[in-house]
């Protein structure tokens, strides 16, 4: 296992479209985060699944946005109407179960044009 | 709602200094707190993860320590070198198992 894999690397977009980032977590880790970076910040939490279900989502995740895992392995995250103040990079990380250490992906940075 | 500051913002030092970057956090009740680095343009490394049972882990030239009822937490670098450059970023655990991320520490280490 190679670790967290994201794709793409980075997606230039025309505002109004829309565009879906692709998130493998480390095998067998069941808790898989979405975050998001924008310059000189530190990564802000999006949405957090446990195996399949998504248990928690944050108020930043806007009903443009929407994140799925089916079958509690990938996870998507869909940004419909891409807006500029969506640009940023968005960062995914996996877990086993417990207070145990988080890995993160190398993110895909999004630019809204 | 859980806070929390690093300082300071941004360190530049010669190299073969030792140097200590500060975490605090304003909600004592966490799960662990996970010290990153990130290099620019790219993802979070994991450096160090403390459990609130512990005070301190260390891995090479790196030390971490927690004082959770104090929220605070620093990381320590022994004998910085060039390749050390990069933002470091602290985060902790929460009990709804999510992660709450500093701003970040930006380490310049000059030859």
């Known amino acids: 296992d190679t670790g967290v894999s994201q794709n793409p690397r980075h997606k230039i977009t025309k505002r109004g479209q829309n565009v879906t980032f692709r998130c493998d977590p480390i095998?067998?880790?069941?808790?898989l985060y979405w975050y998001r970076q924008t310059l000189g910040q530190g990564p802000e939490f999006l949405t957090y699944f446990q195996n399949e279900a998504q248990l928690e989502k944050s108020r930043l995740l806007s009903d443009r946005f929407s994140a799925e895992r089916p079958k509690g392995s990938f996870s998507t995250l869909e940004i419909q109407r891409t807006e500029q103040g969506d640009s940023a990079m968005y960062l995914c990380?996996?877990?086993?179960?417990?207070?145990?250490?988080?890995?993160f992906g190398q993110g895909t940075r999004l630019t809204v044009v | 709602k859980q806070e929390v500051t690093q300082i300071p913002a941004a360190l530049s030092v010669p190299e073969g200094e030792n140097l200590v970057l500060n975490c605090s956090f304003t909600?004592?009740?966490?799960?662990?707190l996970q010290w990153f680095r990130q290099d620019p343009g790219k993802g979070l490394t994991s450096l160090l993860l403390i459990q609130s049972s512990q005070r301190e882990q260390t891995s090479g030239r790196l030390n971490a320590s927690l004082d959770k009822s104090s929220g605070r937490s620093t990381l320590y670098i022994a004998a910085s070198q060039p390749g050390d450059s990069a933002t470091y970023l602290c985060a902790v655990r929460d009990y709804g198992q999510n992660f709450v991320f500093g701003p970040g520490t930006r380490l310049s280490v000059l030859p």
């Open positions: 990380a996996s877990s086993p179960t417990g207070a145990t250490e988080a890995f």
């Open positions: 095998s067998e880790h069941n808790r």
């Open positions: 909600d004592s009740a966490i799960y662990n």
